[in-house]
């Protein structure tokens, strides 16, 4: 069964302090892994697609990595407005649709 | 460029009633897919619609039904609502299988 574990569930950090999130995944064959950002009360929001092993994406202060078993999202000097509930998907390649499977998320809070 | 928009946002209905949801697509985007997000929750996958026809569904039962029109907007219909419906439902939109899903902020379904 296709399954992601993010962790930690939650992270508290002060502004400038950096950390990185976590998601493992056991999927038959990946055709690519997803970081979004959902805040309250909204749809999540896209921010990366990872496709193989080794391959970096970068945007702002947020740089997402991929292995064969899991993803890191590493933020660097964060600011408050990067408070965010962050989800991790994988897209399966079996199973013909295109559906997502997601993880709970971690809940990341940044203080000034 | 519009994005996914979704109504209502927030909708509040009885055990047994049944409710139907709509989504608009963003421009370009064939592919339409719903997901339930329980609170503290990743979303979770109900069904995918590509050029009007069911393309993958996931564990929830009958009672949860679709339609995809030829602009491909989207509606996903809930019949003899249980209590444990009431959650946040997402549609997503992509313009194909290796492009990322774009979600919109969801009706907020609460059952009394």
């Known amino acids: 069964e296709d399954q992601v574990t993010q962790s930690p569930e939650a992270l508290r950090l002060q502004e400038g302090e950096s950390s990185s999130l976590n998601c493992s995944y056991t999927v038959s064959g990946l055709r690519g892994l997803f970081w979004y950002r959902q805040d309250p009360g909204k749809g999540p929001e896209f921010l990366f697609t990872l496709y193989s092993a080794g391959e970096e994406k970068e945007k702002e202060r947020l740089k997402a990595t991929l292995t064969k078993k899991e993803s890191f999202l590493h933020i660097t000097a964060p600011k408050p407005e990067d408070s965010a509930t962050y989800l991790c998907?994988?897209?399966?390649?079996?199973?013909?649709?295109?559906?997502?499977?997601f993880g709970k998320g971690t809940k990341l809070t940044v203080n000034p | 460029e519009t994005g996914v928009t979704q109504s209502p946002t927030h909708l509040i209905k009885t055990r047994g009633q049944q409710v139907t949801l709509r989504c608009s697509s963003q421009?370009?985007?064939?592919?339409v897919s719903w997901y339930q997000q329980a609170l503290g929750q990743g979303p979770q996958f109900i069904f995918q619609?590509?050029?009007?026809?069911?393309?993958g569904r996931g564990n929830f039962p009958p009672r949860f039904s679709g339609l995809q029109f030829p602009n491909y907007s989207s509606e996903l219909n809930v019949n003899a609502l249980e209590l444990d419906d009431s959650a946040l439902y997402l549609c997503a939109s992509s313009s194909d299988s290796n492009q990322p899903q774009h979600f919109g902020d969801g009706t907020r379904l609460s059952i009394l």
């Open positions: 619609y590509y050029r009007e026809e069911e393309n």
């Open positions: 998907a994988v897209h399966p390649s079996q199973g013909g649709s295109e559906k997502l499977v």
């Open positions: 421009s370009g985007h064939n592919t």
